[in-house]
């Protein structure tokens, strides 16, 4: 199962660094996206594209291609704000938003989530509760990386049921690979990638009024990302050339007969059980 991030690496990157304008539209995000919408097309690949909201809002035609080429538009909340620095209200009023912005762009409302940075965690445990009541029936914000803090210990690699949702936790994606199911057997896996890994090189784009500061902050997160994004793509083929691709959408119909035995709960303490 192939998902991908869809957000605007120079919004994010610009509103970190403290740029007044840094919600504008930047148009590196249609290169990238074009180019992943053709490998895609050429590896005979569906995905489920996580959107998030704040970027949705500079770019529904995007929104718009993306399905109708036939992926899955999912929500990855508005703001890009970690789960467990919101309080559940503020959660709720964050995914609603996003989850309306992609309704009204290309017309489909989600019904699968992922946090910003993987951010469900052991402080979190209410936000499957708020996704279920918000109408979602499919999460995928669990990822066992040490990136992400506190996380919920132990996730399985296959997916299951928790709760009214069916988790389907990651595998792998840009630089840290966790499993893949070897090739022949009927199993699934997550892979996670972002717009910003295919296409030309990043470039930061500053404003002309940017810091020294700024100029040296950006400079190292541009090297950062650069570095190794040539493997993205090669990866990706040789994957392909193993396993099919498919949007989560192509899948959720063998859930049940494939993971239905599979079930976990949630402490109180936010613990997999
Ligand atoms: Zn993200």
């Excluded at 120079?10 to 290169?31: N, T, Y």
């Excluded at 992400?148 to 990651?170: A, H, N, Q, S």
Aim: proline share 6%; glycine share 8%.
């Amino acid at each position: 199962m192939l998902s991908i991030d869809f957000e605007d690496w120079h919004q994010l990157v610009h509103r970190r660094l403290g740029f007044a304008d840094w919600d504008r539209s930047h148009a590196a995000l249609e290169r990238q996206t074009a180019t992943l919408l053709e490998l895609l097309d050429e590896l005979d690949a569906r995905a489920t594209f996580f959107l998030l909201g704040m970027t949705v809002a500079n770019h529904r035609e995007l929104v718009a291609e993306i399905v109708r080429r036939g992926h899955e538009p999912a929500c990855h909340g508005y703001a890009h704000a970690r789960v467990y620095e919101q309080a559940p209200e503020e959660f709720r009023a964050d995914i609603e938003r996003g989850a309306g912005e992609i309704e009204s762009a290309p017309g489909r409302r989600p019904v699968a989530y992922r946090a910003p940075a993987f951010s469900i965690n052991r402080r979190t445990p209410w936000a499957y509760e708020e996704l279920a009541d918000a109408g979602f029936r499919y999460d995928s914000s669990q990822y066992d990386t040490p990136r992400v803090p506190d996380r919920l210990g132990d996730i399985p690699t296959k997916p299951y049921r928790l709760g009214r949702l069916w988790e389907l936790p990651v595998a792998g994606g840009g630089s840290y690979w966790r499993v893949l199911p070897p090739r022949g057997l009927r199993e699934l896996a997550v892979l996670y990638f972002h717009p910003y890994e295919f296409g030309p090189g990043l470039r930061a784009e500053l404003p002309a009024g940017a810091s020294f500061k700024q100029r040296l902050a950006a400079a190292k997160v541009v090297a950062w990302r650069n570095a190794g994004r040539g493997l993205v793509e090669s990866r990706l083929r040789r994957v392909a050339q193993t396993h099919r691709l498919v949007s989560y959408d192509q899948a959720y119909g063998d859930l049940d007969r494939l993971y239905g035995t599979r079930t976990r709960t949630l402490s109180p303490q936010g613990v997999l059980v």
